[in-house]
């Protein structure tokens, strides 16, 4: 990372919208969008061609884009109130609008025309090709052979998802609930957790300290507090923060299912599934089952073991371990049997200095370059005073090569997103006109501690793991080099997108890139050699629990969204779900943690498998490739140049194939599991 003097081709974001100039912008793009699906709907059949049609409606997606994504943004992490509704209320006019966009048919017409004339035409690009085919699909996609009435009904489907979807997230974004607990009950957690507590005072009453359910606050309860009734209390009450949304996703299944039948499929799985890697519900079915049935013995005996751990602590020898007991006595765990220590690990990690190792790494790796632009530039401009901002730059061949904006949003605050993820702002493309390239804007937003008088934020080392997975996401987002934005970087398919960000998890796992990354926050010294591989020899310590809890997301995902009719009792299959998968006790207790599963209303709807699947593309990747040294740049450069420079451009096996010289194999993954040789 550098601070030096290098001048962008292209200005950043600017960040000055006000919620009346999102909405008039909101409005301006949509009818510029109306403008030209009128006048290609118009368009003669005789006169549809590549030039007429596809060039302007090519063109004004790749400019609407970023500044669609932008004025949406808005919503997930602006300090103000009104300037997230105005954002939430232009996303769900640009999702109306797409919705009914999406059902022109006299715009199908003339882009139907287009591909079938040019569908077998050589002379075009591979990219334009598949670009074609891939517009022609959506539109089919949406049902557009079907009668008027039936397309109606599916209009009305899409925007009542869209309204759930959207309320769902804007539920947990201004989610502000929280639980008092006195020193006592939270005996067990460190001193400085404590004093990031706010305290709340009250005459003739002892001090009592407010848990909010963002992650810095709940996760600490939950893992140190020794005090059951208080890890019960903290999980229980976050399980339920946002009761409202369990009627939302309830609704949402079945309006899916009715979408589905509309549009001639047997249910929503299957007509999502279609356009993956993974292609039918009955692939991922197996690919889910096969993988519970492996790993079940070896979660029983991990059970058995914090079992005992409970039993060694309380004095009782019994089977009443708990949902709430999980994290407590998983931490106990590594700290007996593995000396590893979170907070004594985190001492080794403060945040600014870690970022600046981390962004190293990726320097070496991807032969890049990040220069931050400090607050006091003239061209720092963000949403927030704690968002920092960078140029990153390309140093192939010994030039310096712009290549986009990465902005780090780190720390909570009242409205933001609550948990951690890639949001991609601008995408890259080639001007279709000027044949200039848009560079793309990304950004990370997560929730990690703020520093305090007494000492800088300090990552946990699971926090570490987090941000290498989301600047793996960033990575995959800036690097991308295609000539349309609709193919960009992450744009590709929803089962192959979280493969670059776990592939990057495996970094934080290297003896060498610990060193490199660790630093004391009082003596600067690397974390000791021991400490490091104690803390590799954890890696996956009831590593089959913590994929049966996977499992339990992802098949509970793919029962809902496989019902015929989306008649689903989602409480009781929750539930159970959770203890016949996950193996531990709910305490006779109903949950309804699936109000915030925001990945089933965000995207990932019978997507969730998606995290298991690409995992098994990222450990033969990192094996086959990294594992020997992390830093080889050859490797890092093969791995840049034909899997996140392509983007969703090709098609990914196709990638893999071209990176690996052969099929990907889940040999290794299975290894890592403990389910099989390497």
Same mark, same amino acid.
């Given at each position: 990372?550098?601070?030096?003097?290098?001048?962008?081709?292209?200005?950043?974001?600017?960040?000055?919208?006000?919620?009346?100039?999102?909405?008039?912008?909101?409005?301006? &793009?949509?009818?510029? /969008?109306?403008?030209?699906?009128?006048?290609?709907?118009?368009? /003669?059949?005789?006169?549809?061609?590549?030039?007429?049609?596809?060039?302007?409606? /090519?063109?004004?997606?790749?400019?609407?884009?970023?500044l669609i994504n932008q004025l949406s943004f808005y919503q997930h992490v602006s300090p103000d109130k009104r300037l997230r509704e105005a954002s939430n209320e232009a996303d769900a006019k640009f999702r109306k609008y797409g919705i009914e966009a999406g059902l022109r048919e006299d715009v199908y017409r003339a882009i139907h025309k287009v591909y079938e004339d040019n569908k077998d035409n050589t002379a075009l690009d591979a990219e334009t090709r598949r670009f074609l085919e891939k517009v022609n699909r959506q539109y089919e996609r949406n049902?557009?052979?079907?009668?008027?009435?039936?397309?109606?009904?599916?209009?009305?489907?899409?925007?009542?998802?869209?309204?759930?979807?959207?309320?769902?997230?804007?539920?947990?974004?201004?989610?502000?609930?929280?639980?008092?607990?006195?020193?006592?009950?939270l005996e067990g957690l460190p001193g400085d957790v404590v004093a990031n507590f706010e305290k709340v005072e009250e005459p003739g009453a002892p001090i009592k300290y407010k848990m909010t359910f963002k992650y810095p606050d709940l996760f600490p309860v939950l893992k140190y507090a020794k005090n059951a009734e208080t890890r019960k209390a903290a999980f229980t009450a976050d399980q339920s923060k946002v009761p409202e949304n369990a009627g939302l996703l309830i609704e949402a299944v079945k309006l899916r299912a009715q979408l589905s039948h509309l549009l001639g499929y047997k249910n929503f799985s299957e007509y999502v599934l279609e356009e993956r890697m993974a292609k039918t519900p009955e692939t991922v079915m197996n690919f889910l089952n096969d993988l519970r049935v492996k790993l079940k013995p070896l979660g029983e005996k991990e059970f058995e073991y914090l079992k005992t751990l409970k039993a060694q602590e309380t004095g009782v020898q019994s089977d009443d371990y708990y949902i709430w007991d999980q994290r407590y006595y998983h931490t106990k765990m590594l700290e007996n049997d593995y000396n590893v220590d979170d907070i004594?690990?985190?001492?080794?990690?403060?945040?600014?200095?870690?970022?600046?190792?981390?962004?190293?790494?990726y320097e070496t790796i991807f032969n890049l370059k990040f220069v931050e632009i400090l607050k006091s530039s003239k061209v720092?401009?963000?949403?927030?005073?704690?968002?920092?901002?960078?140029?990153?730059?390309?140093?192939?061949?010994?030039?310096?090569?712009?290549?986009?904006?990465?902005?780090?949003?780190?720390?909570?605050?009242?409205g933001k997103y609550g948990h951690a993820a890639n949001f991609g702002l601008v995408p890259g493309y080639i001007d279709v006109t000027s044949e200039k390239k848009n560079y793309p804007s990304t950004s990370l937003v997560c929730n990690f501690t703020k520093d305090t008088k007494e000492k800088p934020s300090l990552l946990k080392h699971n926090e570490v793991v987090t941000f290498f997975h989301e600047l793996g996401h960033g990575i995959h987002d800036l690097m991308g080099q295609t000539k349309y934005s609709r193919f960009h970087g992450t744009s590709v398919s929803w089962d192959f997108v979280e493969m670059p960000s776990q592939l990057l998890e495996y970094f934080c796992w290297d003896e060498a890139m610990l060193t490199k990354l660790s630093s004391h926050y009082k003596t600067n010294e690397k974390m000791p050699s021991d400490l490091i591989k104690s803390l590799i020899a954890s890696k996956n310590v009831n590593g089959a629990m913590f994929n049966l809890r996977q499992l339990h997301f992802g098949l509970f995902d793919m029962e809902l969204h496989t019902s015929e009719t989306g008649e689903v009792d989602v409480d009781k299959l929750w539930n159970d779900m959770r203890e016949d998968i996950c193996l531990i006790s709910n305490g006779g207790q109903s949950f309804k943690g699936y109000g915030s599963f925001g990945h089933l209303m965000g995207g990932y709807a019978s997507g969730y498998y998606g995290y298991l699947w690409s995992h098994v593309f990222a450990a033969d990747i990192f094996f086959s490739k990294f594992s020997k040294d992390p830093l080889d740049v050859a490797n890092g450069m093969d791995y840049r140049?034909?899997?996140? /420079?392509?983007?969703?451009?090709?098609?990914?096996?196709?990638? &893999?194939?071209?990176?690996?010289?052969?099929?990907?194999?889940?040999?290794?993954?299975?290894?890592?599991?403990g389910l099989s040789e390497k």
């Amino acid at each position: 990372m550098a601070t030096t003097q290098l001048t962008p081709p292209q200005s950043p974001l600017q960040w000055n919208h006000t919620p009346e100039s999102i909405l008039l912008e909101t409005s301006r &793009l949509i009818a510029e /969008a109306e403008g030209l699906d009128d006048r290609l709907g118009a368009i /003669a059949a005789t006169d549809a061609t590549i030039e007429s049609v596809i060039r302007p409606y /090519a063109d004004l997606e790749n400019r609407q884009a970023g500044l669609i994504n932008q004025l949406s943004f808005y919503q997930h992490v602006s300090p103000d109130k009104r300037l997230r509704e105005a954002s939430n209320e232009a996303d769900a006019k640009f999702r109306k609008y797409g919705i009914e966009a999406g059902l022109r048919e006299d715009v199908y017409r003339a882009i139907h025309k287009v591909y079938e004339d040019n569908k077998d035409n050589t002379a075009l690009d591979a990219e334009t090709r598949r670009f074609l085919e891939k517009v022609n699909r959506q539109y089919e996609r949406n049902g557009l052979s079907l009668p008027l009435e039936k397309r109606e009904k599916i209009k009305e489907l899409k925007q009542q998802l869209s309204t759930l979807s959207l309320k769902f997230s804007q539920n947990l974004s201004e989610e502000t609930g929280s639980l008092l607990f006195t020193r006592e009950q939270l005996e067990g957690l460190p001193g400085d957790v404590v004093a990031n507590f706010e305290k709340v005072e009250e005459p003739g009453a002892p001090i009592k300290y407010k848990m909010t359910f963002k992650y810095p606050d709940l996760f600490p309860v939950l893992k140190y507090a020794k005090n059951a009734e208080t890890r019960k209390a903290a999980f229980t009450a976050d399980q339920s923060k946002v009761p409202e949304n369990a009627g939302l996703l309830i609704e949402a299944v079945k309006l899916r299912a009715q979408l589905s039948h509309l549009l001639g499929y047997k249910n929503f799985s299957e007509y999502v599934l279609e356009e993956r890697m993974a292609k039918t519900p009955e692939t991922v079915m197996n690919f889910l089952n096969d993988l519970r049935v492996k790993l079940k013995p070896l979660g029983e005996k991990e059970f058995e073991y914090l079992k005992t751990l409970k039993a060694q602590e309380t004095g009782v020898q019994s089977d009443d371990y708990y949902i709430w007991d999980q994290r407590y006595y998983h931490t106990k765990m590594l700290e007996n049997d593995y000396n590893v220590d979170d907070i004594k690990i985190s001492e080794y990690f403060p945040m600014q200095n870690t970022i600046e190792k981390m962004l190293s790494i990726y320097e070496t790796i991807f032969n890049l370059k990040f220069v931050e632009i400090l607050k006091s530039s003239k061209v720092y401009n963000t949403w927030h005073e704690d968002v920092q901002q960078f140029a990153v730059w390309k140093l192939d061949n010994n030039e310096h090569t712009f290549i986009g904006y990465l902005y780090f949003d780190l720390h909570p605050r009242a409205g933001k997103y609550g948990h951690a993820a890639n949001f991609g702002l601008v995408p890259g493309y080639i001007d279709v006109t000027s044949e200039k390239k848009n560079y793309p804007s990304t950004s990370l937003v997560c929730n990690f501690t703020k520093d305090t008088k007494e000492k800088p934020s300090l990552l946990k080392h699971n926090e570490v793991v987090t941000f290498f997975h989301e600047l793996g996401h960033g990575i995959h987002d800036l690097m991308g080099q295609t000539k349309y934005s609709r193919f960009h970087g992450t744009s590709v398919s929803w089962d192959f997108v979280e493969m670059p960000s776990q592939l990057l998890e495996y970094f934080c796992w290297d003896e060498a890139m610990l060193t490199k990354l660790s630093s004391h926050y009082k003596t600067n010294e690397k974390m000791p050699s021991d400490l490091i591989k104690s803390l590799i020899a954890s890696k996956n310590v009831n590593g089959a629990m913590f994929n049966l809890r996977q499992l339990h997301f992802g098949l509970f995902d793919m029962e809902l969204h496989t019902s015929e009719t989306g008649e689903v009792d989602v409480d009781k299959l929750w539930n159970d779900m959770r203890e016949d998968i996950c193996l531990i006790s709910n305490g006779g207790q109903s949950f309804k943690g699936y109000g915030s599963f925001g990945h089933l209303m965000g995207g990932y709807a019978s997507g969730y498998y998606g995290y298991l699947w690409s995992h098994v593309f990222a450990a033969d990747i990192f094996f086959s490739k990294f594992s020997k040294d992390p830093l080889d740049v050859a490797n890092g450069m093969d791995y840049r140049n034909k899997i996140l /420079a392509r983007g969703g451009s090709r098609d990914e096996m196709d990638n &893999l194939v071209d990176l690996l010289g052969r099929k990907p194999k889940s040999d290794a993954f299975l290894a890592e599991l403990g389910l099989s040789e390497k």
